[in-house]
């Protein structure tokens, strides 16, 4: 059974730090490109950055660029997301997210996502 | 970045009815369009693919159209579990959501 499990998330004040993590299950984890996806409270879905399987093809969104660093560790089957210079509009609960193929040379749909872990930021 | 509009924002619709979403790309995606559904509390699943293609699981009352910057999602006859809200989105590029469409009991 494929799980994905996120963890880090929390209260931080404005201008600080956070890192995430997503810990992968149930798949070969390093098949897959793995996304990070968020969802202020109340609001839709923005998607915040996304890695190959190969950590060769990374992206952000322009909400996050220069800010967020995403990275993945195969051998321990874990996603990251490291967060400065967060700001109160990073409020949101953040998803990670598996791609639903696997080697893939473009980019996909996302066929398993984790429960998600909440950011708020505030002074 | 690509821009994806969803429409309308709030569909009232009553159980047995059918419900028509419409999603649309700022620049062609090709048929690299997905539609994922949220119930609240839960994290979004994967409804529809490659603009058309039912995922694992996904009952036949969904169906996916469209192609390049113009795409839809019909739910031919709404159950209860169906209320929910609807989110497109395309993966032609680095991916993008659209705002959502939600879809409530009429």
Redesign the interface.
């Known amino acids: 059974e494929v799980q994905l499990v996120e963890s880090g998330g929390g209260l931080v004040q404005p201008g600080r730090s956070l890192r995430l993590s997503c810990a992968a299950s149930g798949f070969t984890f390093d098949d897959y490109a793995m996304h990070w996806v968020r969802q202020a409270p109340g609001k839709g879905l923005e998607w915040v950055s996304g890695i190959s399987w190969n950590s060769g093809s990374i992206g952000y969104a322009d909400s996050v660029k220069g800010r967020f660093t995403i990275s993945r560790d195969n051998a321990k089957n874990s996603l990251y997301l490291q967060m400065n210079s967060l700001r109160a509009e990073d409020t949101a609960l953040y998803y990670c997210a598996k791609e639903s193929t696997g080697y893939s040379s473009s980019w996909d749909p996302f066929d398993y996502w984790g429960q998600g872990t909440l950011v708020t930021v505030s002074s | ?1 690509i821009v994806m509009t969803q429409s309308p924002a709030t569909l009232s619709v009553s159980p047995g009815e059918r419900a028509t979403l419409s999603c649309r790309a700022s620049q062609s995606v090709s048929s ?1 369009l ?1 539609w ?1 559904q ?1 119930k609240p509390g839960q ?4 409804l529809i ?1 490659g603009a058309s293609t039912r ?1 694992t699981g996904i009952p036949a009352r969904f169906s996916g159209s469209g192609s390049g910057t113009e795409f839809t999602l019909t739910i031919s006859s709404l159950q209860s579990e169906d209320f929910a ?1 609807y ?1 497109c ?1 395309q ?10 469409t939600k879809v409530e009991i009429k």
């Open positions: 970045e690299n997905a994922y949220q994290a979004p699943r994967l693919y995922a809200v989110y989105q993966y032609n590029n680095w991916p993008s959501f659209g705002g959502g």
